[in-house]
């Protein structure tokens, strides 16, 4: 199904979920049907063990449950659609598996909950065996485990032609410590996990190839010295690290929100929540060597690549100016502007210091 | 997009979100687009003011956010493909929110647990408009009012074909009040709410419909006098006072589970968890007349269609002998067999006094 990686472009160690190997190496290329899903959910939940004390009922019942014991729960809901969300052309099956797993839980994390259950369905067509449900699952399980959170609900069913996969990730929160998107308030600093425009850059080289390939079946892509930026697209890492290493530091961001569209997205939904405006600069916007020179090949503007690009999956949060000196010590975070009166609207500062209003692809701009 | 019923079958105030209808009535024909997403969701948003003191972050945020305060929290998640799970030729799209809504509380439900909150994701293709979205939105408000539970998440994406719709619905239980399908044991009596095989027969007679209407376009079906059996398929109940009686009549089922594929599916759910058999009679399975006739004309064996039909979004529950007296105080509740020791299997006592065994639809047998 995947032409360009037969089976995973990154190590398998990194993220093989071994469980499945045994099962995987001997695909029974039987169809999923729905004769017998009883017991091929009940087959397959054998491979999820639940870990958390939190989660009392997983697979196998009318419904989850979940013992939160004075903890808020969070709940994040997605439904992805293939050729509209992945394309599995060039998308291994398990990096899709892991992949929509850390995009449920990116929005759970946004709330600086911990999560602690995930619930997937998972819709395909006779196109795909028992084999390639097991690849899907070996990619959840395995982002499961990053974050230590259960794979507590699967069911399986059928969908006419394009996959369909739908996540619920659930988590918890202790009330004092939830981050919504209001709570921004004037002279804040905005603050960012990670680099941008990675995941972008990545999506580009692959569909790139991906016409090559359709014009020419034959050809495998170079992607030599690329990982990064398909590791980007391909397999985008939950910033549990972050919330972990926040509460570790004793701050609490007054706002915070998922990067999944863009960074102009992003601060904007923030603001508009907050009732404020922003200036963010362009100079302080992260982005790693590589994806700057690449980006410059496929002659795209970086900056426009890092503010709509999307899907990095990164955290973005405001705190307090009194926590400037504690979140330095917090790994991989960058601070690229601050908090305005709402008046003031949304503003880049560009490198040669003009003010550009931002401009943000889910939002229809007045 | 409905061929059959260009409104509804059924009278408007039964359940029409009346919310909707400025909207509804001056429909903007907008294609659902992805650019101003956020603001449409901001927009429908306002007509779903959450109620629940559970509900603590509801739309337009990362995640929703319930605080159970002590309860238990039951999680439930469905993923429904157009021409997989529903035909829009025959079904009205605020039926489709309404059923959709059903099917999803029914497994919180199903848990002995109370809905409290309700996310949803609806994928649509171009073939969609803000009014078609509407439609189905207000059918699953009207569902969400009859159980009491809030929509506290809404995402909007798009499907190339297919209708995709997602639910996730949440509940809280006290946690000595929950049930699960495990817990039954020997000699207990096994309830069900309602009655069976309705729907499945409203099921066939659209389908007929279908067909003729495929031939002849300017074809109307006559379903005079089988409005019963529509209903049942086009707008099934939550059960949520089959969940209260119990309460206020102080019986507590030992497991329980959604009969959302027949009896025979549900009563072998309950008994391959509890690890026990059962028998069940036929002439205890609750059919209405209408139900019969109907079938009858059909040329379909009743029992087989109360068996394994499906669609009736019931409850099947298990109590010790000692609440049998109690149980007759709840309404539309019916004893249609007994639990037996493991060893027993799963069987039918027909009419006749025959006994044979149960076939479940999502089971393979040994």
Redesign the interface.
Known sequence: MCHFFPYCLLPEKSYLCRKFSNMAENPSQEPVK??????LIAELSKFFPTENAST??AT?????????DGN????????F?????FDLTYFPLRHLGYKLSTIAF???L??N?SPSQL?V?I?VSDRFDLKMVHEILSGVTACCETVHADLA?L?L??????L???M????E?E?AR?C???GAAENELVCVSGDFAAAYTGLLLLEREKKVFEKNPGAQPDFSGKDYLLRRELKPEPRIDIIENLRREDILPTA???VSEGLA?AVM?ICK?SHKGCVLFEEKLPMTELTFVTLKDLDIVHTVAALNGGDDYELMFTIKQADFENIKKVENVSIIGYIKEESAGYHLITGDNVQVPLQA????LP
């Open positions: 729905m004769p017998g899903k009883y017991e009392i009922v196998g019942d009318d419904a989850t449950v979940v013992e939160p808020q729960v969070v709940a994040a809901s997605k439904v659609v293939e050729n509209v969300h990116s929005d759970v946004a709330m909950a619930m369905n819709a609900g069911d069913t059928t969908s006419p032609r394009e369909v996969v739908s619920t990730a659930i988590g929160c009330p939830l919504t998107r209001k915070m929100a998922n997205t939904q929540a692809q889910g939002f229809r």
